[in-house]
């Protein structure tokens, strides 16, 4: 009888040492508890890129609809979104904040190319997962080796700046092209694809190129240069406000080149709207998200799923806005990454569920998927070249990758 008692005592004593040594892991992870994960997020909602305040918003409506269903793992999410304005140093001080006094697990979808740049080694340094950055930058998933920590999440611009080049080789062969870009790295990276897309024609066809500030108040006297010049096809490398500027100058103008414009100036609501829809009318985009006004996508489950869940989650929000889009789709592929992680939420095993994803999303365009690997750091890579008809963006030709 003392033999067995005394057995019992060591194999109590045990699991409980087994689960005092289980909480104490847990606990040495910041931002975990066995009822919360803490997550950090950084976007513009002032300043002159606001209107990507709405992803944040977005974001963080998914994350209420996730909790009101029992949260991931049996932990709800505490999310926190603080504004940056689109500054890199008030970026940094906000990062600080996040992952010092705030203890975030990790830091998801910040937005911005240098934003996130002013951050990165930052984040590298602390070990904490900088996770599907709101930025399609090539540095995201080419420096992986040196920056093993930070994981972008959307198609590069450089990405899109071939397939815009591609286009134009095969159908504006002998065409003047002029480009106007953003003076950052966002800019000056799309602008890069565009030129590598071209190649020797490059030389031959460039006509003009003109950048602009994002402190600038417009981009007018840019437009005029670029008319003077005789290009018929206009590369547009901006962010939102000034693609709507954009848009709207050149038909003061009564300038009609072949227009194209990048994705993330793509909003129909932020700015194709303010711009005229009519002035917009036959711009070439590329895209990855479907849009849900599109009659083929009615029945489609995963759209009525997301449009429920603007309505009952955001219904301030426009569900046909392709910012709003990004927040639910790049939310879901966070939440799979949690689940993948189970109870293990360590910021080493976060990072090794990011990199060993394999999954569809309903509201990207099919044949299209989240898929990552220990060598690959480019969760979405592929894209589809869209024309807008006055109402949507219609998809046309093949589905292009990196």
Do not use: C
Not at 7 to 34: E, I, K, M, N, Y
Not at 50 to 57: E, L, N, Q, T
Not at 113 to 126: C, D, F, L
Request: glycine share 8%.
């Amino acid at each position: 009888m003392n033999m067995l008692r005394n057995r019992l005592v060591r194999v109590v004593a045990g699991a409980l040492a087994t689960a005092s040594f289980g909480f104490a892991a847990q606990a040495a992870t910041p931002g975990v508890t066995d009822k919360e994960i803490k997550i950090g997020h950084i976007v513009p909602y002032s300043g002159p890129v606001s209107a990507y305040g709405k992803i944040g918003k977005t974001i963080d409506a998914y994350f209420r609809k996730v909790n009101d269903e029992g949260g991931i793992n049996g932990r709800k999410i505490n999310f926190i979104s603080l504004d940056d304005a689109y500054s890199p140093p008030r970026t940094v001080e906000q990062a600080r904040r996040l992952v010092e006094r705030d203890e975030v697990l990790l830091l998801f979808a910040p937005l911005g190319t240098p934003s996130n740049m002013a951050i990165r080694k930052y984040m590298n340094a602390r070990k904490v997962p900088h996770l599907f950055l709101a930025t399609g930058a090539s540095r995201w998933g080419e420096d992986y080796k040196e920056f093993p920590w930070t994981m972008g999440w959307q198609p590069t611009y450089q990405a899109e700046g071939n397939a815009f080049a591609k286009h134009i080789l095969q159908n504006h062969p002998n065409g003047k092209v002029a480009i106007i870009y953003q003076n950052d790295d966002f800019g000056k990276d799309n602008l890069k694809g565009v030129l590598d897309g071209l190649g020797e024609q490059a030389k031959k066809l460039v006509v003009s190129q003109q950048s602009y500030e994002v402190s600038d108040p417009t981009i007018d006297s840019q437009l005029v240069a670029l008319k003077a010049t005789g290009a018929d096809v206009l590369v547009s490398l901006v962010t939102p406000k000034f693609g709507a500027l954009a848009i709207r100058k050149l038909a003061e103008l009564d300038w009609k080149p072949e227009h194209y414009l990048s994705s993330v100036s793509s909003s129909v609501e932020s700015v194709l709207k303010p711009a005229g829809l009519d002035n917009a009318k036959g711009i070439i985009t590329g895209a990855y998200l479907i849009d849900p006004t599109d009659p083929k996508y009615a029945n489609k489950e995963g759209v009525k799923a997301y449009l429920a869940f603007m309505k009952k989650y955001y219904p301030e929000g426009d569900p046909h806005d392709s910012l709003n889009i990004i927040g639910y789709a790049s939310a879901q592929t966070l939440e799979q990454t949690l689940k993948q992680a189970g109870n293990d939420l360590s910021r080493e095993n976060v990072m090794k569920q990011a990199t060993s994803l394999d999954m569809e999303l309903p509201m990207l365009y099919e044949g299209i998927r989240i898929k990552t690997g220990p060598d690959d750091y480019f969760p979405v890579d592929q894209m589809q070249l869209v024309r807008f008809d006055g109402v949507r963006w219609v998809p046309f030709g093949e589905v292009f990758g990196r």
